[in-house]
């Protein structure tokens, strides 16, 4: 019975990992995507003209990158519970 919980902590970690790891990874693409280029000019002189925490680009790229974090903590329990999976194994 031992060995099946830390057989489950185990597989359920590995998907955490690879799942939070992987979403992390796309997320985090996306916020970066918009800085890599300039975009329409017309819109970017617009926005410049708005303080910086009411620019649109500004607060997607805020809420991507939070989002990434919380992906990569799900990432960082799986670890967690691999390690405790086999710490019950052991």
Request: net charge positive; hydrophobic share 50%.
């Given at each position: 019975?031992?060995?099946?919980?830390?057989?489950?902590?185990e597989v359920c970690?590995?998907?955490?990992?690879?799942i939070g790891g992987?979403?992390?990874?796309?997320?985090?693409?996306?916020?970066?995507?918009?800085?890599?280029?300039?975009?329409?000019?017309?819109?970017?002189?617009?926005?410049?003209?708005?303080?910086?925490?009411?620019?649109?680009?500004?607060?997607?790229?805020?809420?991507?990158?939070?989002?990434?974090?919380?992906?990569?903590?799900?990432?960082?329990?799986?670890?967690?519970?691999?390690?405790?999976?086999?710490?019950?194994?052991?």
């Amino acid at each position: 019975m031992v060995g099946t919980v830390g057989f489950v902590l185990e597989v359920c970690g590995g998907m955490a990992i690879v799942i939070g790891g992987w979403r992390s990874y796309a997320v985090a693409r996306e916020a970066l995507a918009p800085l890599a280029h300039d975009g329409d000019p017309t819109r970017t002189e617009i926005e410049a003209a708005r303080p910086l925490v009411e620019r649109p680009r500004v607060r997607l790229f805020a809420r991507r990158a939070a989002v990434s974090l919380g992906w990569l903590a799900v990432a960082f329990y799986g670890l967690y519970l691999v390690v405790r999976g086999q710490a019950v194994v052991g």
